[in-house]
């Protein structure tokens, strides 16, 4: 061992672990010699700061640290885990084709009103506009008339809220000759 200027201990030339140890990336690549020092300091490398000290400048340099980036935006906390209890029902659950129809997803709770969307699927799938509907006063109300001839197995999946948990309504039948 060897005491550099302002007390820094570092591994001196020819004793053991001096240029011996192993690079490990992201963190030593900077090492002087044949290869990192097994040791806390870098001999030959500028004195480390600390404190105070290296939080206002980088190593070796009188460069500023940047600021950190801002954070990103708080994730929204996951659904809660209340149960809920859902049906799904439709105004006609037969219909001429281009005929409308309004299906409504109705959402009942033991703590409370559930509030958050409802996502209409059309045999599993989005069914256009009416892919993320609020839910006002218990319920979410989809109306459309864009429904192909034939057989449709409606569901509506509730994205849950901070009190109940996520689930799905239905399935329903709705028929379009």
């Known amino acids: ?23 490990i990336a992201n963190f030593n690549d900077d090492f002087l010699g044949a290869a ?3 040791g806390a300091a870098e001999s030959g490398a500028p004195a480390m700061r600390f404190g105070l000290d290296a939080a206002a400048s980088v190593p070796g340099s009188a460069a ?3 600021a ?3 954070s990103p935006a708080p994730i929204p906390p996951p659904p ?5 209890a859902m049906r799904i029902d439709s105004s006609s659950y ?15 709770g033991g703590a409370g009103q559930p509030t958050g969307t409802i996502s209409f699927r059309d045999n599993g799938g989005a069914m ?3 892919e993320t509907v609020s839910i006002a006063g218990g319920e979410a109300k ?6 192909a001839v034939g057989e449709h197995r409606i569901t509506g999946l509730y994205s849950g809220d901070r009190i109940y948990g996520a689930g799905i309504a239905g399935v329903i039948t709705q028929i379009v000759r």
């Open 1 to 23: 061992w060897q005491s550099e200027a302002g007390g820094r201990y570092a591994l001196a030339e020819g004793t053991p672990g001096f240029d011996q140890g192993m690079r």
């Open 36 to 38: 990192p020092d097994v």
């Open 64 to 66: 500023p640290i940047p």
């Open 68 to 70: 950190p980036a801002p």
């Open 80 to 84: 809660g885990s209340g149960p809920v």
């Open 94 to 108: 037969s219909v001429d084709f281009g005929a409308g129809v309004t299906l409504t997803v109705q959402l009942m």
């Open 128 to 130: 256009t506009g009416c």
């Open 142 to 147: 989809c109306s459309t008339s864009a429904l």
